[in-house]
């Protein structure tokens, strides 16, 4: 039987019990008790420890005997005893039961001790092996198992980072060939990147290259609500990597618990998460030649927020920065990732990777498996080039939503949109050559997109390259604008990165006229009481220029957006012919390509 239903079934026992022995009686209080003794309506009494139990005589016509009790008032129980004698009313003592009155407290005490076994049992926290209420005891997770170890073979890019991580494998293989020297390996190595670069894989491939353990955790964590109870776990996660060294210990996040302290606000940081920093900072700091088997791995998107302290050399002093995959890159990635699916022969790997430029290794890794779903939702028996192309239109601009139903005006509208972005992109020497156009909605307000594919990856642009792009943002708004005579909503999204890409130009870049070579967006930082600064208007920033200076910089801004549009408009009244044959051709077919396109211009 199981112990919640034996606690059950107690409870149910102790109830009939308590029921059984007070059944038949009526409780009055001592006043009452005192008349029916002066009125000997009582027949017989008896006296049970403190309580008083009184007995009528019998009822001639029922002939069941009526039972009173009443509490015991020692003040009084001379003056009583001395009625009943006086009234010749018989009355006997009788040991005192214990078990009607404890049955009041032991009855709920084991409700309570039922219910708390049940939720003991049925706590997902709470392993059979460790208490519950074990919060100073690290959640971080050991991956010791080195039947199938992840290496660099399994980590397709990030060709510098391999590298300097390799120093980390040849320490700790052979860390006397450093000793020997003099040297000493780094104690703390910060891997830094957008998110999805590969920055976790990484840090698993070095514990696999140098077959140790590697325990990981997240910075979010070792913060809990209770102040402490971070730097407990804290000791307990280096406590166990020391035991187990050589070791790798991995912090993703960190910036979860390592965020500069006092960025909480102008009262105060956040106590909890500052003492957490400081427990890291000791242990970190104390490691000596009997730990030096032990390296701290790190990984986070945010390293300008992170603690100075926590950056200094002796803790975190070598970082890596993990960056987007270049083209060759990108395709060593999607070749990793292809292993596991079966491709068609006519797949060009290459091709997938010149179209996904910008695209992290967890973005690549999403296009090749929903290459494969789109592949099984048509049964086919391999993975074809169709489908990394319509995987790649997925990721990129989303689900295609063709149950959305546009009224004609409205398609014929978003027709020319995207023409007019499209046409201004081929006129426009310096800018990326269409791949396609499509009229189909995607996403949650996509009414249609134009695909440009650029021909190499780039890392710098110049002021002409970045002018000519505003011409094609306002393209769409302009094409509209010529041929309806109107401008509808369908341009929100061309209209702020418009207005965002100008004011960089002005505010950063020293594109701009107005205010010359001043960069008025400084380096993201952090302020005495905690404010973020930089960022500008658009990223919520605090303002680095006067107002006078400020009214100029949205002068210039709106000086380059005009111009940008009137570029926009010469071009595409000199074209508009082709406009709007392009367009009617688009509200056709819907879905245009870039050879089409260029096949129309000619």
């Given at each position: ?588 077919v819907e879905t245009m390509t870039g050879a089409e396109l260029r096949a129309m211009m000619d």
């Amino acid at each position: 039987m199981r112990p919640f239903w034996i606690y059950l079934v107690l409870a149910l026992g102790a109830a009939l019990l308590l029921h059984a022995v007070s059944a038949g009686e009526d409780r009055i209080s001592y006043a009452r008790f005192r008349e029916l003794v002066d009125s000997k309506e009582i027949a017989e009494l008896e006296i049970k420890g403190d309580l008083y139990v009184g007995r009528t005589a019998p009822d001639p016509a029922t002939r069941v005997l009526r039972s009173f009790r009443t509490g015991r008032i020692e003040s009084n129980e001379k003056d009583l005893l001395a009625a009943l004698d006086q009234r010749a009313i018989p009355y006997t003592r009788t040991d005192a039961t214990v078990l009607p009155g404890t049955m009041w407290w032991l009855l709920p005490l084991a409700g309570v001790l039922g219910l708390l076994h049940v939720a003991l049992r049925k706590a997902p926290s709470a392993p059979p092996s460790s208490p519950v209420l074990s919060f100073g005891k690290n959640k971080a997770r050991l991956y010791a198992d080195l039947t199938a170890p992840t290496t660099f073979r399994d980590v397709a890019g990030s060709v510098e980072a391999k590298t300097e991580l390799a120093e980390v494998v040849e320490f700790l293989r052979s860390p006397e060939r450093y000793r020997r020297l003099g040297g000493r390996m780094p104690k703390g190595v910060l891997l830094v990147g957008p998110p999805g670069t590969g920055k976790t894989l990484l840090a698993r491939a070095v514990a696999g290259e140098a077959s140790v353990p590697f325990f990981s955790a997240c910075g979010s964590e070792f913060v809990e609500m209770f102040v402490g109870v971070g730097a407990a776990r804290v000791r307990d996660l280096f406590a166990q990597a020391r035991e187990k060294g050589p070791c790798i210990v991995f912090i993703d996040e960190l910036d979860a618990v390592g965020k500069s302290r006092g960025m909480s606000g102008p009262i105060g940081g956040n106590d909890e998460r500052d003492q957490t920093l400081n427990q890291l900072l000791t242990e970190m700091d104390g490691f000596d030649a009997q730990h030096a088997g032990m390296i701290i791995l790190a990984a986070t998107n945010r390293a300008e927020v992170l603690d100075a302290a926590l950056l200094r050399a002796g803790r975190f002093d070598r970082r890596i920065y993990v960056d987007r995959p270049d083209l060759a890159e990108r395709r060593d990635i999607l070749q990793v990732h292809a292993r596991k699916v079966a491709l068609a022969l006519d797949v060009d790997l290459d091709a997938v990777a010149a179209q996904t430029a910008g695209l992290v290794g967890a973005d690549l890794a999403n296009v090749v498996n929903e290459a494969a779903l789109l592949a099984a939702r048509r049964r086919a028996a391999s993975v074809g080039q169709e489908d990394l192309d319509a995987s790649i239109e997925r990721v990129l601009a989303g689900l295609e939503r063709r149950g959305r139903r546009m009224v004609p005006r409205e398609k014929l509208v978003v027709a020319h949109h995207e023409v007019g972005h499209a046409l201004t992109a081929e006129l426009l020497p310096t800018q990326d050559r269409v791949r396609k156009i499509s009229i189909v909605p995607r996403g949650a307000g996509a009414l249609g997109y134009t695909m440009q594919q650029p021909a190499e990856d780039r890392y710098l642009w110049s002021r002409q390259e970045i002018l000519d792009k505003l011409v094609v943002l306002l393209g769409g708004r302009v094409a509209e604008e010529e041929i309806f005579g109107d401008v509808s909503t369908g341009a929100q999204d061309d209209l702020l990165n418009a207005t965002d890409l100008a004011r960089r130009m002005v505010r950063e870049l020293g594109m701009g006229q107005s205010v010359g070579l001043s960069a008025l967006e400084p380096r993201r930082t952090m302020s005495f009481l905690g404010v973020e600064r930089g960022g500008g208007a658009a990223g919520g920033g605090a303002r680095e220029c006067s107002d006078a200076t400020a009214r100029e910089v949205d002068a210039e801004v709106a000086r380059i957006l005009s111009a940008a549009e009137a570029r926009a408009r010469e071009l595409l009244q000199a074209h508009r012919a082709t406009l709007e044959r392009i367009a009617r051709k688009l509200y056709e077919v819907e879905t245009m390509t870039g050879a089409e396109l260029r096949a129309m211009m000619d």
